[in-house]
């Protein structure tokens, strides 16, 4: 079969990944030059530890594709670097506690370790914790090479072309397949359609599917350093992780959240800090949350989340963090029902909608990819 792939986003290429892999022919068609959204504004963490138990099957399998595909695209950056989340108080140790002994524990890859071990895996972490959780399943890409790597690779399969700097403007169904038009006036020709939107939500997403689909935006900020001058051997997050993340849901958390407040400011910005150092050395720390159904997005980033992120990271490691190289804010796509891993629907004979993975579509793409084209039966 021929599939037109519609964005070139991680989703967009997951699918054009899983198409190739099972013998079709693909055109992907990207707006930009290159994917500029979510895809490459993210830490490139594919995140096992807190997925809901509902998921974890699923992001098990992404994180295993990712590094099968690791082994034939070395270019993605894959390292199965695992995680640690360091905790510092007795309420948060509990949480960690909780989740270390639960039945899925073993399949999330999670061992609570006091400092001494927390530094054994991690020498870079000589700060002030409690204790750290360890998922050993955790893992990282790096986000804005991995998308130009994959398609060098399928190009090479002779099967795979990729189409930048085109918007499309329309997509028919028929008996005999399916057309594609884009603002350059070419029109594409398959058998069938995948379009992954990313965030945006009006256009040609909307037209497909009749009204505005069942999502809503998140915006948030990041940044990233000069080269640590040490290696940081795996990812870390702070506790404030757990109220973020429905793996860690029950009542320790309950009791958690209900005792312990944030910080003002990592209230107000929804805050967490994710960690994990770049193949270059240099940290990728953030983040924020900030959501559209709350208000409209302001285009300028805020001084004080960085400053907390900073000051964070500094305790764990015990030392400054090198200069801050970049800062960036980002927006993706989160799907509102809270069952799905993402929003997926065929509006009509050969066309599908793909959108929604949350904060989860580096984790999940693979997999979003790989369901999808089952569903199709590609």
Not at 208 to 218: C, E, F, T, Y
């Amino acid at each position: 079969m021929k599939i037109i792939v519609i964005g070139g986003g991680i989703l967009g290429t997951a699918h054009a990944w899983s198409a190739v892999v099972r013998g079709h022919r693909v055109v992907q068609i990207e707006r930009e030059r290159e994917a500029r959204g979510a895809t490459v504004r993210n830490f490139g963490l594919v995140w096992v530890s807190g997925r809901a138990p509902g998921e974890l099957a699923a992001a098990q399998r992404s994180r295993d594709l990712w590094e099968k595909i690791g082994t034939e695209v070395s270019g993605i950056g894959f390292r199965p670097c695992g995680s640690l989340t360091l905790v510092r108080s007795a309420a948060e140790l509990a949480v960690a506690e909780d989740v270390s002994t639960r039945p899925d524990a073993a399949d999330r890859g999670f061992t609570l370790l006091d400092p001494e071990a927390v530094r054994r895996i991690n020498p870079a972490l000589r700060g002030d914790f409690r204790a750290g959780l360890h998922c050993s399943r955790d893992g990282a890409v790096e986000s804005r090479i991995a998308l130009p790597a994959l398609r060098s690779h399928l190009a090479g399969t002779g099967r795979y072309d990729f189409v930048p700097g085109r918007e499309v403007r329309s997509v028919e169904s028929a008996e005999s397949g399916v057309s594609v038009r884009d603002d350059h006036g070419t029109t594409h020709r398959g058998d069938a359609v995948i379009h992954c939107p990313g965030a945006s939500h009006g256009g040609l997403t909307r037209e497909l599917l009749g009204s505005a689909p069942p999502v809503r935006r998140v915006r948030l900020q990041m940044m990233q350093t000069a080269p640590l001058g040490e290696e940081l051997t795996t990812a870390i997050a702070d506790a404030d992780s757990f109220r973020y993340y429905p793996g860690f849901a029950g009542d320790a958390l309950e009791v958690l959240t209900a005792n312990q407040s944030q910080v003002p400011v990592a209230a107000e910005h929804h805050m967490q800090l994710l960690c994990v150092q770049r193949l270059d050395g240099g940290l990728t720390i953030g983040d924020t949350h900030e959501y559209d159904d709350d208000a409209v997005f302001g285009f300028d980033v805020d001084e004080g989340p960085y400053e907390h992120l900073r000051q964070v990271v500094e305790s764990l490691l015990g030392r400054p963090l090198p200069g801050i190289a970049r800062r960036w804010s980002g927006v993706y796509s989160q799907c509102l029902d809270p069952a799905a891993i993402a929003f997926r629907e065929q509006v009509s004979p050969g066309v599908w909608v793909v959108t929604g993975p949350g904060g989860r579509g580096m984790t999940l793409g693979p997999a979003i990819g790989e369901q999808t084209a089952d569903l199709m039966n590609l």
